[in-house]
């Protein structure tokens, strides 16, 4: 990029000035640099997804081989230490990405996540272990609206929500390598080669991160049109306050029912009797299903809207979960699986693209943050309250009826920010027809 000699050259390039067609800058073409940066902060979200649902294929093992003495609720207590560090890793990443830049966020996170849960594989106890997991966690949490927040930067307005959809498919299709490669891997080597495979994202993506991911910089540091800081103190004022409490509250229920799903799933279904490949294509299913609510719901939110869409799918996941409730046959748990799949994951790709595009550039990643990170309550939650509904006595079923309450609410809660949204709408029009 040429400068002319009267004027600073910038620390790093502004949004859209390095990348045509990034989503804040005049062009409208996605150029190939933007998309090959696209593809490595995908390739980091599949990891992300991939150390997320790892701890829910071995946590079986876990209890039965590993001498430590786990029970299930100190299994669902180490379950949530990954979600307690996501929480702490999104709130302040989204605010660094915001703050210091994207990339050296995004590859700050990706190197703690993998590191950590490679560390996770030479675990001498539980203690350390969850030690482990709460640091991977950091990383994992403030990794995802990191890379939203720079891939909004990197596309067209126009692709901006179907991209921030795709994108987040990434997180079940990791799960769903999870769960293929735990069914031969676990057998053969035991627990702790399925924390090994974190060694590819450090050997391989984190390097191309290095080679294709570019700087970015708050908007607010590189012009004077914007007066209002990035920050907390300006998402949670008028006119955000609402609605960023709506975003985080119903952010909040659909990790519940997704992480809750994907922590507890392979040991519920061997408790409903079936042997741990079994529970595992049933882990499978529901993450498939969650790759295929990925691209749907790509598709459904741009054409009808991200919002009144997530509406829909949460209502579709609530519904599946009561369904496997009933005792349905094989076939119909895997099809209501995939549903809830569909649903619970599609409801939270679609808050994502909703709240990319609902805010500024220079308050977006602090957006993302402030949703995933209040939402990192209910993933943290959801393995506690499943593994202490199973010590209670309450039986499989239990589980599931929660996760749907959680999914039913995720879906009253976005009706209310449509009609919140709405309403802005409507009166900015009556304002520009005075």
């Not at 910038?10 to 990034?22: D, H, W, Y």
């Not at 093992?61 to 669902?76: E, F, N, Q, R, V």
């Not at 709506?246 to 279904?269: E, S, V």
């Not at 039986?395 to 949204?421: E, R």
Request: proline share 6%; with cysteine.
């Amino acid at each position: 990029m040429n400068h002319t000699p009267s004027a600073p050259a910038p620390e790093r390039p502004t949004p859209g000035s390095t990348f045509p067609g990034a989503g804040d800058g005049p062009a409208s073409r996605f150029s190939r640099r933007s998309a090959l940066a696209v593809l490595v902060c995908w390739l980091l979200v599949v990891f992300d997804g991939y150390d997320l649902i790892v701890y829910g294929t071995v946590q079986s093992s876990l209890i039965a081989d590993t001498g430590w003495g786990l029970t299930k609720a100190t299994a669902g207590t180490i379950g949530s230490m990954a979600f307690l560090g996501m929480m702490i890793g999104a709130i302040f990443a989204g605010r660094m990405a915001d703050s210091w830049g994207r990339r050296r966020t995004i590859l700050g996170c990706a190197i703690v996540f993998s590191l950590f849960t490679i560390l996770c594989a030479f675990a001498p106890n539980a203690p350390f272990f969850g030690a482990m997991r709460l640091l991977a966690g950091i990383g994992l949490g403030g990794l995802v609206p990191s890379a939203n927040a720079l891939v909004a930067e990197l596309v067209p307005a126009k692709w901006r929500s179907t991209i921030a959809t795709l994108m987040m498919s990434g997180v079940p299709i990791g799960g769903s390598i999870a769960a293929l490669v735990g069914i031969p891997l676990i057998p053969a080597f035991g627990w702790p080669a399925m924390f090994l495979v974190a060694v590819l994202a450090l050997l391989v993506v984190v390097p191309l991160g290095l080679r294709f991911l570019p700087e970015t910089l708050a908007p607010s540091r590189g012009t004077t049109k914007i007066k209002e800081p990035a920050g907390f103190a300006s998402l949670l004022r008028a006119p955000y306050l609402g609605i960023s409490l709506l975003f985080a509250l119903a952010t909040l229920a659909t990790l519940f029912a997704w992480y809750g799903l994907g922590t507890w799933l392979p040991n519920l279904m061997q408790l409903a009797g079936y042997n741990l490949g079994s529970a595992l294509t049933f882990a499978l299913a529901l993450n498939l299903g969650a790759v295929a609510g990925s691209v749907i719901t790509a598709w459904a939110g741009t054409r009808y809207g991200p919002v009144p869409t997530a509406i829909a799918a949460a209502a579709v996941a609530a519904v599946a979960l009561v369904v496997l409730v009933t005792g349905p046959s094989v076939g119909v748990v895997y099809l209501m699986l995939v549903l809830a799949g569909v649903g619970t994951h599609g409801t939270q790709c679609l808050i994502i693209a909703a709240v990319a595009g609902h805010y500024p550039g220079h308050l977006r990643g602090t957006a993302l943050g402030w949703a995933l990170g209040v939402g990192r309550i209910g993933a943290v939650a959801a393995p506690q309250v499943g593994g202490l509904l199973l010590a209670a006595g309450l039986g499989v079923n239990s589980n599931f009826l929660a996760f749907a309450a959680a999914a039913a609410i995720a879906a009253v809660l976005l009706a209310a920010v449509g009609i919140k949204l709405k309403s802005k709408s409507s009166t900015s029009q009556g304002v520009s027809n005075v």
